[in-house]
Nanobody, 127 residues
């Protein structure tokens, strides 16, 4: 059974850091693309970052560029989102999603659609 499980969320003060994990179960991420999204109460879902597992290509929304870093582990089973210099406006439920289309060396980190989503992890930035 394929699953994506996010973890690492929590409460942090402004200026602090968190590292979110997106762990794949039942499959490896070798040739797929992973996206990180977030949704705050009353707001639309926002694409935060993407990574192409095979080529390491990345994308960041302007709102997080320079503060967030997406990466993958060598086993290609987990994707991370390192979040630094967190702001109250980063407060949201964060989701990861996978596009199961084989993407080898495309250098296009964000696909047009995602096929499977995790359950989300809450990030709250507050003093």
């Amino acid at each position: 059974q394929r699953q994506l499980v996010e973890s690492g969320g929590g409460l942090v003060q402004p200026g602090g850091s968190l590292r979110l994990s997106c762990a794949a179960s039942g499959f490896t991420l070798d040739y797929y693309r992973i996206g990180w999204f977030r949704q705050a109460p009353g707001k639309e879902r926002e694409k935060v970052s993407c990574i192409g597992i095979s080529d390491g290509s990345t994308y960041y929304a302007n709102s997080v560029k320079g503060r967030f870093t997406v990466s993958r582990d060598n086993a290609k089973t987990t994707v991370y989102l390192q979040m630094n210099s967190l702001k109250p406006e980063d407060t949201a439920v964060y989701y990861c999603a996978v596009d199961f289309t084989i993407a080898i060396g495309t250098m296009i980190p964000c696909p047009s659609e995602y096929h499977y989503w995790g359950q989300g992890t809450q990030v709250t930035v507050s003093s």
